[in-house]
């Protein structure tokens, strides 16, 4: 049983990646707008996105959630399209569509008959310019973020735990702020914030278009050029750097007690370098680490924790590496009942010096790169996750080539890269150590 | 995300349709019926088995077996232990998933071409052969209490859970297929192996396999993968009683944002108005932004995230359920507006642009569910399961078309009982009086 730990911890061990070079087509607009063509011509179907380089940590001190905010605005009118007709038009065309924000991006998405795609590419480069907002928007729409806020946060001790320990691993760098907002922030943002973030960020030179499923690369470039090349490219577009983290000093801890909280755990994460361009090969090796330690019932953490000793419910190992600036590298142990916070901990602490003592298992690691390889194969049947893949790649100072050249750099990483990665990464002053518990019953 | 994605909209039957799809309907000579869809693109096969049953076969006093025995099939089998067993299928590339509902055991795999009869032997193995041994009986068991644990304070799984209890009372629906502690602490190893064998039998499997495989192949690894499963399991349970009194229960939970689940009785996947009440409920709840609750809730009021309308079909009954979350203080005010779009649309009705786009909508998006092997196969067995013939695929569209506003608006009339929708709300929602004991 695998999957049951879902609601507690979202992040299980990293996901191997793929890509599948012979399907993929790029080009760049003269207007400096990227354009990636996926081709799966097995269904007339097609998904048609727009990422944008601007995500929540490229928000402005004091509006944080106004990237988040922004893109649900963007359903609102255009000077030619009235409120809520965008999604109204692609669903009248049979086509779902939906938008999501991040860190680093903001995308905005449908998935519709690919006879349609003109339609679509017309009314997404409409709203990346022409985006017209009422105060009934901006106020009905922030109830609505708040509400969601509620929902994912509030109600939520794994999600506020997660929203303080973020917060306490990045002091400076606005990864530290939830991509949702503070509260008191959000309930602040309106018309002028939203909009400033808009003119700043959204334009073709700051885009990428993704086309994936049943269309032909030369028919896509003649269709983008016609409606996203019209567009000017904004020359004022700033530079993107973010404050960046000082040295962390010590080690820092937080505990959040929540009478909601059931079932307790212990977290924790370290600063680690992130994927970059043309240098991912360390990332790479934390990659397989993050496998190695917590990508499921063969793993180090369940090995020792669950099956050897039965100390754990549950454990993961995650590794977001896929990201602007620096990420984290985290652990998490579910304790079994009788096992404190304290010794789950402990055990957890246990089984990083083993590692680090022991080294890696060469069986473990060939078998890990089996599913890298096969990977590849498996991707090519969902070009849904491909496109996500380029997009999350290409607004995190990604290249095309370095998506490409991603599976041949993890088949390549040595036992001798996962240890020295490991050493690098295992400094406890560059961590924060999480607990989620329930206040203790009072007699 | 603008919006939240549905988890729950897989319950729905409204099958996709697109013509290209090309279903090869196969005999074993061992007797197991499958649908196949070749496609040779990428080498590998997406192969879905369901059992029906599912967590309703639960034994009185043993509520849980069912869903600890699914949990343990991936823990170990033949002379493999759990570790054993997940090395083995990290070798192969092959993964296998096995998942359990109110109704219905499934399994999922995918496996390469290049080794598929490894694979299939495995898998074999995980079903014919599960170890079912103490240490892994222990370990998935505190897995679950875990979970059972978790629940306790989540305030959507105490408004399901309460929900379910009310509608269903003693029926397994009525409560949480994990089981209690409680019953879970009691379950011995002779309950799993009974449980395996009451609901892993071949009188209740649907098969269907898509990818890289032909008929002569699949039919060779189907008799050897299945023929040694039990001939029969133990019998399905029969119909639920469904309790909806209308009103309101409120749970008190502390917690900011109050989550409500509702319902009313639903209408079985056969009738003749099934579409009818389909596109129906579509233009009422259905997940798009322009359904008539989250116009009403949301776009115009701001009072929540998401709120959704669907028809549940189980095997045992079928109600029109939804849900809705908003603060404490504005919760009571999104109940409201719920029941005055239900009384309104059985009143008033849809109207015809609202029809025709329901229409668009519902046949254009049909064809977009057709994008890989796995979506094709999971199709593929769940029409088997709605007893649907092959080429309903090339004639759903057809059948959504044939709906006339009469008939959505008749339905709307018979179907729709504000005076039986009820309510359960988890939180401490501001002005909700308990109209429910």
């Given at each position: 049983m695998r999957k049951f730990i879902a609601g507690l911890i979202l992040s299980l061990a990293a996901t191997l990646p793929a890509t599948a070079k012979d399907q993929v087509t790029t080009f760049t607009l003269d207007n400096g707008m990227d354009v990636v063509v996926i081709e799966d011509h097995r269904a007339p179907v097609v998904v048609h996105m727009v990422w944008y380089r601007?995500?929540?940590?490229?928000?402005?001190?004091?509006?944080?959630g106004v990237a988040h905010y922004l893109e649900h605005l963007l359903f609102k009118g255009t000077e030619t399209m009235a409120p809520g007709e965008f999604s109204a038009v692609v669903a009248r065309n049979g086509g779902s569509d939906n938008a999501f924000t991040s860190y680093d991006y903001t995308a905005y998405f449908q998935r519709i008959a690919a006879d349609r795609l003109d339609l679509m590419m017309k009314m997404e480069s409409d709203r990346m310019v022409n985006l017209r907002l009422t105060e009934q928007d901006i106020a009905a729409e922030r109830d609505v973020i708040l509400e969601e806020r509620n929902q994912r946060v509030e109600n939520n001790p794994g999600s506020l735990l997660r929203e303080q320990k973020n917060a306490a691993q990045y002091l400076n760098h606005p990864y530290g702020t939830p991509i949702i907002g503070w509260r008191h922030e959000m309930r602040m943002l309106d018309m002028e914030k939203a909009l400033d973030f808009y003119k700043t960020f959204y334009a073709p030179n700051n885009a990428i278009l993704i086309v994936a499923g049943d269309v032909m690369p030369d028919d896509v470039r003649a269709l983008a050029e016609e409606h996203y090349g019209k567009l000017p490219a904004n020359p004022d577009l700033p530079e993107r750097t973010r404050p960046q983290e000082p040295r962390q000093m010590a080690e820092r801890r937080i505990v959040l007690e929540d009478a909601r909280v059931s079932q307790p755990y212990v977290t924790r994460s370290y600063l680690a370098p992130e994927r970059d361009s043309g240098a991912q090969e360390e990332a790479a090796a934390l990659n397989l680490l993050a496998e190695i330690l917590g990508g499921g019932t063969t793993s180090l953490l369940a090995e020792k924790?669950?099956?050897?000793?039965?100390?754990?419910v549950s454990t993961s190992a995650f590794y977001?590496?896929?990201?602007l600036d620096d990420t984290t590298f985290g652990l998490a142990v579910v304790p079994a009942?009788?096992?404190?916070l304290q010794q789950a901990e402990d055990a957890m602490d246990e089984v990083i010096a083993s590692f680090l003592e022991k080294g890696v298992d060469s069986e473990q690691l060939a078998r890990i790169k089996i599913q890298v390889r096969a990977s590849e194969i498996y991707a090519r049947d969902d070009v849904g996750r491909l496109a996500n893949h380029y997009g999350r790649a290409l607004t995190q100072g990604l290249t095309v080539e370095d998506v490409q050249a991603w599976p041949e750099i993890l088949d390549a990483v040595t036992e001798e890269d996962i240890m020295a990665a490991a050493t690098e990464l295992f400094e406890r002053n560059n961590s924060v150590t999480a607990w989620l518990t329930a206040p203790e019953a009072t007699q | 995300m603008i919006r939240y994605v549905l988890?729950?909209?897989?319950?729905?039957?409204?099958l996709p349709a697109l013509a290209e799809v090309d279903i090869e309907e196969i005999t074993t000579p061992g007797g197991i019926n499958a649908w196949l869809v070749e496609d040779h693109t990428n080498p590998f096969v997406a192969l879905e088995l369901r059992f029906r049953g599912g967590a309703s076969l639960d034994p009185e006093g043993q509520r849980g077996v069912t869903n600890l025995m699914v949990g343990l099939l991936e823990e170990g089998a033949g002379d493999m232990d759990s570790r054993a067993f997940a090395r083995a299928t990290e070798e192969l590339a092959a993964s296998f998933r096995y998942d359990l509902s109110d109704d219905t055991v499934s399994v999922s795999a995918r496996f390469l071409t290049e080794n598929r009869d490894a694979a299939v032997a495995l898998l074999r193995a995980s079903l014919i052969d599960p170890a079912f041994d103490q240490p892994s009986i222990d370990r998935v068991r505190e897995q679950v209490n875990s979970v059972i644990r978790s629940n306790q304070t989540d305030p959507r799984r105490i408004a399901g859970r309460n929900l379910d209890e009310l509608v269903y009372g003693n029926h397994p629906y009525g409560s949480s297929l994990n089981g209690t502690l409680e019953t879970v602490a009691d379950l011995t190893r002779d309950d799993i192996v009974a449980a395996h064998k009451a609901a892993l039998a071949r009188d209740r499997l649907y098969v269907s396999a898509v990818g890289d495989i032909t008929a002569d192949e699949l039919t060779a690894l189907l008799d050897d993968l299945l023929l040694e499963l039990p001939a029969e399991g133990t019998p399905l349970s029969g119909t639920a009683d469904v309790n909806l009194p209308g009103g309101v229960r409120v749970v008190e939970f502390d917690t900011p944002q109050s989550v409500a689940s509702f319902a009313q009785p639903g209408i079985k996947r056969d009738d003749p108005d099934f579409f009818a009440a389909y596109v129906l409920n579509h233009i009422l709840g259905g997940g798009s932004f322009e359904s008539r609750l989250m116009q009403e809730v949301?776009?115009?009021?701001?009072?929540?995230y998401g709120v959704y309308s669907y028809l549940a079909d189980r095997d045992a009954a079928e109600i029109w359920m939804g849900s809705v979350a908003s603060s404490n203080e504005r919760v009571g005010e999104a109940i409201e507006v719920i029941r005055a779009e239900w009384a309104r649309m059985r009143e008033d009705g849809v109207t015809p642009e609202e029809l025709a786009d329901a229409k668009t909508y519902l046949t254009g998006a049909y064809p977009l569910r057709f994008d890989g092997n796995a979506p094709i196969a999971n199709i593929a067995v769940n029409m088997q399961m709605e007893d649907l013939p092959t080429d309903y695929i090339s004639n759903r569209n057809d059948m959504v078309n044939a709906v006339t506003l009469e008939d959505v608006n008749r339905v709307a009339r018979e179907l729709l009982s504000p005076d039986k929708l009820t309510f359960v709300v988890v939180g401490k929602p501001e002005g909700v009086i308990s109209t429910i004991n």
């Open positions: 601007a995500g929540a940590a490229d928000e402005p001190p004091g509006a944080s924790l669950q099956f050897e000793t039965q100390r754990a977001r590496g896929t990201s009942p009788g096992i404190t | 988890a729950f909209v897989a319950c729905i039957t409204a949301r776009e115009k009021r701001g009072l929540t």
